[in-house]
C-alpha cells in the first residue's frame, strides 16, 4: 500500500495520449496552446468559432493535461509528538494568487497556504492536538467533519467555543475513536458557505489500527470537490488541465476517497472500469456496491475500490457535464485515471 | 417510546450553551439580539462588518435559539371514531402572517393554520377517512405520498378525481394497509410547485401494527425540509433560531423522520454521533447502514436512528452551506440536537 | 417477456380517466384544448387565472394525454451481421422541428432523427460494430457510458480518439462483455454539455446471455430522462401530455429502466406502487431495496420493478414538483402507468 499519488509528466502524458507525434489526430497543436488559454481568459463565446477552432481548443486542453501551475493541496501535514500526542499545527491565511489553471488565479482563503489544506493522517486510538492559527480578517473555527469528538473540540462558535479572532489562536486536542476510521474532513464552521468554499477545507484521514478491518488496496487517492470561488468547479483545488491524474499500474486495486466541500451535488463518472463503493462517510457499508457514475451531496464522503484491469487513458468527470465541458474544451472536474502494463 | 419532542427554554439552552455568562465567548451580547434581527431584515450585506460585528450576529443568532415564534406545525390531528373508520378534517386555509422566524412573517398556505399542517397518525390496518375543506381561492387536492390507496383517493385532479373547488369539500377514505408502515407525508398535487412549497404539506405516519416488527427507540423527531417561499430554507416550517432542538437523554436512542418537501436536495448533517437508516420511503432497508450526513432528495422520506452516547449541543443543519449559514449568522435548517446528562 | 412499450390511445385514456363523459369533473372541456396550448405557447401568467381557468387548463392537459407528436426515440436500431459482427449505424443530424410537445417544436441535434436516438440492444458476449457519420457543423465522438470497452473505443476525443469531424464517419467496435449486462447508455462526449443536452443521447442496452442471470419481468419500459434545451423537463424526448404512457395488466411485473441525461437530479415518484430498486449503472444490487420516489442523479441509470397490483391511472413523475406542474397545469417530466384489469 502506498500512499501518494504517482506523478506524470505532461510529456509522457501527451506520449499516452498519441498527441506528441505531430498531427496525430488531425489537427496542428502547438501554437493553439498559448491561444487557446488567452481565449479561455477572455471569456470568448462559442458564435466565432468553427468546428476546427473547437477542436483546436479541446485539443490545446488535453494536450496541455497535467499542466503545472503553483501550490498543491492534500499534502501530509507534519507532526509533532508531544508525549503520547500528535502535534499538528494549521494556520488560516489568505493567498492572494491562488493558482487553480494554468495562469489563473484567484484570492484564496487557506489552512497552510494550500487549497485544499494538508491532509491531517492519523491512526485510530492516536491522541491528536491541533493548533490553529487565525490570520483572516474574519472570526473562524474548524469543525472535525466525520470524527466523533467532545462537544468541546466540535468546532461551532457560540455553541460549542467563541470564535477564533483575527490573530487569534486556539487548541483542539481529541482522540481520534477506534471505529472512527476512515475519510473525513476539517473545514471553518464560521461563516462557512464563504469560507469553505474560499478554500478553509481539508482532508483528514483516520487509518484502522488493524488493517485487517478494511479492504485492503494498491494505492491511493483523494478526490476533493469544491464548487465555489476558488477555481470554480474543481478537483483538489484545481481545474482541468491542471489537475492531477490518477496513475496506477494494470492489475492494481486503487482506493479513491471522495470529499463534496461544494454546495452542489458532483456524479463522478469514471471511465472504462466500475467503481466498487465501500464506505460512505468513513463507515464501511454492509454490503458493498457496483456503479460507473457515484453521486456525491455536498458533505458526504465516500471510499471506492476500482480494479485497473484496463490499460489506457480514462476520462473521470463530473457527469454534470456543465461542470466538465464547454465550447472551449474540457474545463473544472476533470481528470484520467491513467492505466499503464 | 415517547411521541413528541421535548421543548427546551432558550434560557436553559443559553446556560448549556455557556451564553447565560456574559462574555463568556469574549463577545458582549444583549444589545445585539435586536440590532441583529434588524439587520437581518434589512438585509445588510458582509461588505460592511468588521470581525467584531460579525461575531456579535453570530452569537445573536445561537443566543436566540430556540426563539419563540407563534405556530407550530405536526402537532398530532386529533380524529373522531365513525364506527370503525378514524374521522380527520383538513381545512386548506391562508394564513396571512406564519411566523417563520422572530418577527419575520409571510403569506402561507397552510392545513389547519400550521406548516406544516398537523401530522396523522395512525395504525396499519385502521380505517381512514379524511373530509377536506378547500378555503383557498385556488382548486386543490390532497395526495397521500407513500400510502397505497385505491386509485380514486389518490389525489390528482382530473386523473383520479374532480378538482376541490374554492368551498368546496372532498372526502377521502382509504385503508392504511398491512406492510405500508412507516414515515409518509400528505400535500396537495394541484398546482403543486405553488400549493407545496407555500405550505400545503404535512406528515404522515403508519404506525406498525406489531411494533416488533421494526426497530425500537426512546424518542421521535419530524424534520420536515421545505425550501419555498415559506420560510425560505426551513426545518418544519421555521428558519433557524426559530427552530426546535431535539432533546435527548445520554444512553437514549432516538428515531428522526425526515421528508424532503421542498424542491432541491438536503443533505443533512448531524454533529457528534452518526445515523444509522433503517427506512427509505417508508420501507425498511434489508441493510441499514451508517453515515453522518444523509442527502435527501425532494419526495423522499428517511427513518434513521441516533444513539445519544455523546452529551453536548450537536449542531444540525444542512450541508449545503448556503442553506444554513450567511455572514449575519446561521439561519434557515439549522437546528441543535441536545443531548443530556 | 415483452419488450415494446403498450400503446394506449387518447381516446381510450381519457375513458379510462372518466373525461369521456362531458363534465364528469364539472369543467366543460373542449373548448379550452386549444386555448390551453395557445396559453402555454404565449407564456400568460398564473396573475390572471381564476380558479375555474387554472382548473381547466389543468383538465385539458390531461385531457389532451397522450397527445400524438411527431417523432419518436427509443426505436429499436436495425442491424446487419457481418460475419459474427452485428454492425449498427448511426448519423448525427439536426432536425429543425423537433415536436417535443404538441405543437411546440425545437432544434434537436439527433441520432438517426430522433430523440432520444434509437436503442441499441445487444447480448453479452455480440461482437459490436458502430458506425457514426457526422452531418453536424460541429465535431463530435460518442461514448458507450457504462460499456467496459478498449480504451481507443471509449469515445473521448483527443484522449482515445480524433474528433469525428463535419461530413466525416468512424468506425467503433468492441464486445459487449459478459458481466457487463444492464441498462446503459451512448452519447457524444464532445462539447457535451451542449451537444448531450440538444439530443445526442441513446439507451444501449445490454440482455444477459442466461436470462436466469438477471430478474425475470413481464413488460419493460425505458424512461430517459433530460432537462436541457430539447423539450425543457422531458422524459424519452417529451413534455407531458405528450408522454407515453406505461400500460400493464394487473398482475405483471414490469421493469423500468431510467437514465438522467440532464444536469440536474430527477427524483422519479411513482404514485400507487412502490419500486423495487435492482440495478445501479447496469450493476445488480447484491441488497435491492424499496422505494416510491428514486433520486437520480445525471448520469445514473436505475433498474426497478414494479408489481402492477393496483389497478388505474397512476402518475409518475419528477418530485422537483417545478419540473412536473405550473398554475397551466402539468408538463415536463410527468406521464402515467395505466393498471389494466
Redesign the interface.
Known amino acids: 500500500m502506498t500512499k501518494q499519488q504517482t506523478g506524470v509528466s505532461r510529456r509522457k502524458f501527451a506520449g499516452l495520449?498519441g498527441?506528441a507525434s505531430a498531427g496525430?489526430?488531425?489537427?496542428a497543436l502547438t501554437p493553439w496552446a498559448a491561444r487557446e488559454m488567452d481565449a479561455r481568459a477572455s471569456g470568448l463565446t462559442?458564435q466565432s468559432l468553427s468546428?476546427?477552432e473547437?477542436?483546436a481548443f479541446?485539443?490545446a486542453?488535453?494536450?496541455a493535461f497535467p499542466a503545472e501551475t503553483r501550490g498543491k493541496g492534500n499534502q501530509p501535514l507534519e507532526y509533532e509528538m508531544d508525549g503520547d500526542v500528535k502535534v499538528f499545527r494549521l494556520t488560516c491565511d489568505i493567498v492572494p494568487d491562488w493558482e487553480f489553471d494554468v495562469g489563473k488565479t484567484v484570492e484564496a482563503w487557506t489552512y497552510n497556504g494550500t487549497v485544499p489544506g494538508p491532509e491531517i493522517r492519523v491512526t485510530e486510538g492516536d491522541r491528536v492536538r491541533v493548533h490553529v492559527k487565525n490570520n483572516l480578517?474574519?472570526?473562524t473555527a474548524v469543525?472535525w467533519?466525520?470524527l466523533?469528538?467532545?462537544?468541546?473540540q466540535?468546532g461551532?462558535?457560540?455553541?460549542?467555543?467563541?470564535?477564533i479572532?483575527?490573530g487569534e489562536e486556539f487548541t483542539y486536542e481529541f482522540t481520534a475513536l477506534e471505529g472512527n476510521a476512515g475519510t473525513h474532513m476539517y473545514h471553518s464552521?464560521?461563516?462557512?458557505?464563504?469560507q469553505?468554499?474560499m478554500g478553509l477545507l481539508g482532508a483528514f484521514t483516520i487509518l484502522p489500527k488493524d488493517p485487517a478491518t478494511r479492504p485492503s488496496y494498491d494505492r491511493e487517492f483523494l478526490i476533493v470537490l469544491n464548487d465555489g470561488p476558488i477555481g470554480g468547479y474543481s478537483i483538489n483545488g484545481k481545474s482541468f488541465p491542471a489537475t492531477e491524474p490518477l496513475v496506477a499500474k494494470k492489475g492494481e486495486r486503487i482506493l479513491i476517497r471522495y470529499y463534496n466541500e461544494g454546495?452542489?451535488?458532483h456524479?463522478m463518472?469514471l471511465?472504462?472500469?466500475?467503481q466498487l463503493v465501500i464506505a460512505?462517510?468513513?463507515?464501511l457499508?454492509?454490503?458493498?456496491?457496483?456503479?460507473?457514475?457515484l453521486?456525491i451531496?455536498?458533505?458526504?464522503r465516500f471510499e471506492v475500490l476500482v480494479d485497473c484491469t484496463?490499460?489506457?487513458?480514462?476520462?473521470f468527470h463530473c457527469?454534470?457535464?456543465?461542470h466538465?465541458?464547454?465550447?472551449h474544451g474540457m474545463f473544472g472536474m476533470v481528470t484520467?485515471l491513467i492505466v499503464e502494463e
Open positions: 495520449a498527441l496525430a489526430f488531425g489537427t462559442s468546428a476546427d473547437m477542436d479541446h485539443e486542453g488535453v494536450s480578517n474574519e472570526s469543525h467533519h466525520g466523533i469528538v467532545p462537544n468541546d466540535d461551532v462558535p457560540f455553541l460549542t467555543q467563541p470564535p479572532k483575527p464552521h464560521n461563516n462557512s458557505a464563504k469553505v468554499t454546495l452542489m451535488i456524479p463518472h471511465h472504462g472500469m466500475p460512505q462517510d468513513g463507515w457499508l454492509p454490503q458493498p456496491y457496483m456503479c460507473d457514475t453521486n451531496a455536498p458533505g458526504q484496463e490499460v489506457g487513458l480514462w476520462a457527469h454534470i457535464l456543465s466538465a465541458e464547454g465550447d484520467v
